[in-house]
């Protein structure tokens, strides 16, 4: 659960390289290394300046916010969507908030000199990475919304519908504990929310796994935040 195998993957795997014009893959391939994540690998902690660009292909990462007492919940999920590491496309060092890998997998990284020379050089890719800024921004403003006015187990089914979107299959390593952690609430709570969607015949959950059976019905029970997120 804690280690992905090494597999040599595609980078164009991950949506963003795979919009790169030919020109900047040229100038990026040399420079792109496949790298093994872990769970519970730190990419880069808050208030810490990256010193790459992942460009997750089948790896999942959660942007975590922390507390000074240590509570924490995640605002946005990365995978193979997009990239951890957009302070640099916004022109600042530090990063606001812990980049937690959840799902281990592979990615991509650029070290962080390449990426803003090539932002230095405007054009499409400076254009798609303030895109997909703009993209995590939404889902950072509709996390916060969600988690004030909406219950468990509808943030419980837009969360797993978020991994679901970012994962080759239907199964999903994740434990009820490191959900509740996810989500910012005590992990009775989770494991009571995640109970009643098995018995509907929704989800099937056992030890570190969580199986989803019937999409459809997870979208229906989820709230209007995760269908806004995709959109």
């Given amino acids: 659960m804690n280690a992905a195998p090494h597999v040599v993957g595609d980078p164009h ?7 790169l014009p030919d020109a900047t893959w040229a100038r990026w ?14 990419l880069c902690d808050s208030g810490s300046a990256p010193a790459y660009a992942y460009f997750p292909t089948t790896a999942i990462v959660s942007l975590v916010c922390k507390t000074l007492d240590g509570a924490s919940a995640e605002i ?19 990063m606001t908030s812990e980049a937690l890998v959840h799902s281990a997998g592979q990615a991509y990284r650029l070290r ?12 499409p890719v400076l254009g798609a990475l303030l ?26 089914c837009r969360r797993l519908l978020l991994a679901l979107d970012r994962s080759p299959s239907d199964e999903l390593v ?13 992990r009775e709570s989770v494991t009571a929310a995640a109970r009643r969607l098995q018995q509907a015949g929704v989800i099937r959950c ?13 979208e229906q029970r989820a709230c209007e935040c995760y269908l806004a997120a995709r959109q």
């Fill in 112 to 123: 962080s000199r390449a990426v803003k020379s090539e932002l230095a050089r405007g054009g």
């Fill in 13 to 19: 795997r991950n949506q963003l390289l795979a919009t």
């Fill in 29 to 42: 391939q040399p420079l792109v290394e496949p790298v093994d994540l872990r769970v519970g690998q730190v």
């Fill in 131 to 156: 895109r997909y800024t703009l993209a995590v921004m939404a889902q950072v403003t509709l996390t916060a919304a969600c988690n004030r006015h909406h219950s468990i187990e509808q943030q419980l």
């Fill in 174 to 186: 994740m434990t009820q504990r490191l959900m509740s952690t996810l989500l910012g609430v005590r």
């Fill in 76 to 94: 946005a999920v990365v995978g193979k969507d997009g990239v951890v590491g957009l302070s640099l496309v916004m022109g600042g060092n530090a």
């Fill in 206 to 218: 056992r030890r570190g796994h969580i199986t989803v059976l019937d999409r459809h019905r997870l």
